[in-house]
């Protein structure tokens, strides 16, 4: 990097100016210290309370390659986002490329500490609460909506795939309600959901369309 030339506007090249421990490249990553730790996430929650959320496209902090991420909306946004806007996806969205780049770098303690997605343990259970309210606190109306509501859902247009992995979902949620929420789709395919119209999102579906 080669500095060669003063600001020449003190607001937007100096107080707009957003640097963070976090912007690291490919091949480098943090060291083990607790304070350097702390700030990886705490310089950007600093810039995003100071200047935005979207500090990141002022033109001061721009990357000056394409940047490929899921960050979406928010005040002061200037840069389109193309559906889809969340990860994992089955549409081919971005994600980290440890073929070309390796894995995140990491150390060694009493284990290895490094970045990675969370690991489910023996005690964790994403379903028991949720299966516990449709089958003891809903009753059989409530069971009927939340069935009809799911099902209406779904019958927009959504592929095969994810369809199947909204039927597996709600399943995990209670076998009787994931059976119903797929019986209803299958005897549907072909329906519009009746609240889509008023829910409908012009700009979205175009979008949704061109992506």
Known sequence: MTLDRNPTDYHTEIEQAAFQPNNLVPGIGPSPDKMLLARLFSYADAHRARMGV???????????????????DGAMRINNVSDPVYAPNSYGGPRADTARYGEPAGWHADGDIQRSAYVQHAEDDDWGQPGTMVREVLDDAQRERLVNNIVGHLLNGVSELILARAFEYWRNVDKTLGDKVEAGVRTKAGEKDPKATEQAN??????????
């Open 202 to 211: 012009p700009a979205r579906e175009s979008m949704q369309a061109k992506a």
């Open 54 to 72: 979207n500090y990141q496209q002022i033109p001061v902090n721009a990357a000056q390659s394409p940047v490929h991420s899921y960050s979406k």
